[in-house]
């Protein structure tokens, strides 16, 4: 099977505007960056650091491809080859979060060319491409469907946002107050915390997890962007959560509280001091993670005002939605072991799922 060969897939693309549209392998970091943040369509999933906490802690191989109109970028997709010999190979944009994709500021041609580029490249290296995408786009591609990601409005600020969630969900989190849970913000020094109980809370539902470096390669990416959530009772920490900033939205794509406090509103309590959290840095929208509409969670993040979105995957080819009756069997399997030993075998499969 070939290599990806990528340093220019599509040398060029329709002339609407009088000038070729080409795409390259992007090395600048920083015109990058520069480009998703001002671009309406950047999201976190877009940033050049992605590129390099995936390489690092799994090490695929990445691909961060430009398109450029006269000297100009106009048009990013940063993509990566994930490889696993159980799972086999998947191009994606961008594994292990909910969105990804072309990043083009609405240029039609810097869309076109980028996806062409994906295209032969995902043939070149006989993986399937998905592109994770936000918002649907005029791509020959299937979409799956299946997810949406739950977004709250903050707007009005904390009384305003604080009104608009259920009263049994405020309740849990007077609860959680009156049991004397508290919530602090950190960095890096807090990886192991978070680590810990996610590694719990992931075997319990029959998961395998993300490597610790994963976390710690995230966290010193992304700097003052990327921020951990812990939550206490008395000493110990019983919740814990990955907050990512971008623009003036801030995501939780990784949350988990440890089910032995559940009783004590722990769940909850992490879910609004997020929020609140989110408020204090100037977002204007809190994203609570994707979900599969009608699920607990679904209906959970409901209950605190959000509202859903639907994610456009190009190109996944049908509904990874599905459990088919072995994987559940695994699953039921994963849960009886020590989270230890989960833990431990967890990271060696996590890395091969884009998803």
């Given at each position: 099977?070939?290599?990806?060969?990528?340093?220019?897939?599509?040398?060029?693309?329709?002339?609407?505007?009088?000038?070729?549209?080409?795409?390259?392998?992007?090395?600048?970091?920083?015109?990058?960056?520069?480009?998703?943040?001002?671009?309406?369509?950047?999201?976190?999933?877009?940033?050049?650091?992605?590129?390099?906490?995936?390489?690092?802690?799994?090490?695929?191989?990445?691909?961060?491809?430009?398109?450029?109109?006269g000297?100009?970028?106009?048009?990013?997709?940063?993509?990566?080859?994930?490889?696993?010999?159980?799972?086999?190979?998947?191009?994606?944009?961008?594994?292990?979060?909910?969105?990804?994709g072309?990043?083009?500021?609405?240029?039609?041609?810097?869309?076109?060319a980028?996806?062409?580029?994906?295209?032969?490249?995902?043939a070149d290296?006989?993986?399937?491409?998905?592109?994770?995408?936000?918002?649907?786009?005029?791509?020959?591609?299937?979409?799956?469907?299946?997810?949406?990601?739950?977004?709250?409005?903050?707007?009005?600020?904390?009384?305003?946002?604080?009104?608009?969630?259920?009263?049994?969900?405020?309740?849990?989190?007077?609860?959680?107050?009156?049991?004397?849970?508290?919530?602090?913000?950190?960095?890096?020094?807090?990886?192991?915390?978070?680590?810990?109980?996610?590694?719990?809370?992931?075997?319990?539902?029959?998961?395998?997890?993300?490597?610790?470096?994963?976390?710690?390669?995230?966290?010193?990416?992304?700097?003052?962007?990327?921020?951990?959530?812990?939550?206490?009772?008395?000493?110990?920490?019983?919740?814990?959560?990955?907050?990512?900033?971008?623009?003036?939205?801030?995501?939780?794509p990784?949350?988990?509280?440890?089910?032995?406090?559940?009783?004590?509103g722990?769940?909850?309590?992490l879910?609004?001091?997020?929020?609140?959290?989110?408020?204090?840095?100037?977002?204007?929208?809190?994203?609570?993670?994707r979900?599969?509409?009608?699920?607990?969670?679904?209906?959970?993040?409901?209950?605190?005002?959000?509202?859903?979105?639907?994610?456009?995957?190009?190109?996944?080819?049908?509904?990874?939605?599905?459990?088919?009756?072995?994987?559940?069997?695994?699953?039921?399997?994963?849960?009886?072991?020590?989270v230890?030993?989960?833990?431990?075998?967890?990271?060696?499969i996590?890395?091969?799922?884009?998803?």
């Open positions: 099977m070939s290599q990806l060969r990528g340093t220019e897939a599509v040398p060029e693309a329709p002339r609407r505007s009088g000038r070729a549209t080409v795409v390259r392998r992007w090395t600048d970091g920083a015109s990058w960056d520069a480009f998703v943040a001002a671009a309406p369509d950047g999201t976190v999933a877009h940033r050049w650091p992605w590129l390099r906490v995936v390489a690092e802690t799994y090490g695929h191989p990445t691909f961060a491809l430009g398109a450029v109109r000297g100009t970028l106009t048009g990013v997709l940063p993509l990566v080859l994930v490889r696993s010999r159980i799972f086999g190979r998947h191009l994606v944009s961008m594994p292990y979060l909910d969105c990804g072309i990043c083009s500021a609405g240029d039609a041609d810097a869309e076109e980028l996806l062409a580029s994906a295209v032969a490249m995902a290296a006989g993986a399937p491409l998905e592109l994770r995408h936000r918002t649907p786009r005029p791509y020959a591609l299937p979409a799956s469907t299946h997810k949406v990601t739950m977004t709250l409005d903050l707007a009005g600020g904390e009384p305003a946002v604080w009104q608009r969630i259920k009263s049994n969900r405020r309740g849990q989190v007077r609860k959680a107050q009156r049991n004397g849970l508290t919530a602090e913000i950190a960095g890096p020094e807090a990886v192991d915390a978070l680590f810990s109980v996610l590694a719990t809370n992931m075997r319990d539902l029959g998961s395998p997890m993300h490597r610790r470096s994963f976390f710690r390669n995230t966290v010193l990416a992304l700097g003052d962007d990327a921020r951990i959530l812990l939550v206490r009772h008395e000493a110990e920490v019983v919740g814990a959560g990955l907050l990512l900033a971008h623009g003036d939205s801030m995501v939780l990784f949350s988990s509280a440890l089910r032995s406090t559940f009783s004590l722990t769940n909850q309590f879910y609004w001091e997020a929020v609140r959290y989110a408020l204090a840095c100037g977002c204007r929208l809190f994203d609570f993670g979900s599969s509409p009608g699920s607990g969670t679904f209906e959970a993040k409901r209950e605190w005002a959000a509202e859903p979105v639907q994610l456009y995957w190009y190109g996944s080819g049908g509904d990874a939605a599905e459990i088919s009756r072995p994987r559940q069997l695994a699953v039921r399997a994963w849960q009886r072991l020590p230890p030993v989960a833990t431990a075998g967890g990271h060696l996590r890395g091969g799922l884009p998803k």
